[in-house]
């Protein structure tokens, strides 16, 4: 059984910084991309910064380089997304998903709002 629940996010100003966590329960899913995405409201989902843990790669939107960090905790089996100098555009509900070959696991999301 599969569990993502993310934490975290809010509102800000333009130019300010937000966290926001995912916690993992997923037993026996080791080999998959695990990361961050987020659905600006009315639009598609879109990958924020991925790690497929078959390589080893991370991977960020352009969009968001040299801004966000992703960070993973396996100890804990937490993932952290850290946002810095976050823009309007920024705005929207990013999700936790873990992605085994086949499958598609996603939590149910957390807010991040950035005001002008």
């Known amino acids: 059984q599969v569990q993502l629940v993310e934490s975290g996010g809010g509102q800000v100003q333009a130019g300010g910084s937000l966290n926001v966590s995912c916690s993992v329960s997923?037993?026996?899913?080791?080999?998959?991309?695990i990361g961050w995405y987020r659905q600006p409201a009315g639009k598609e989902r879109e990958a924020v910064a991925t790690l497929d843990t078959r390589v080893g790669t991370l991977a960020y939107a352009d969009s968001v380089k040299g801004r966000f960090t992703f960070v993973g905790e396996s100890g804990t089996k937490k993932l952290h997304l850290q946002m810095n100098n976050l823009k309007p555009e920024d705005t929207a509900t990013y999700y936790c998903?873990?992605?085994?070959?086949?499958?598609?696991?996603w939590g149910r999301g957390t807010q991040v709002t950035v005001s002008s």
């Open positions: 998903g873990l992605h085994p070959p086949g499958l598609n696991f």
């Open positions: 997923a037993n026996n899913y080791r080999l998959a991309t």
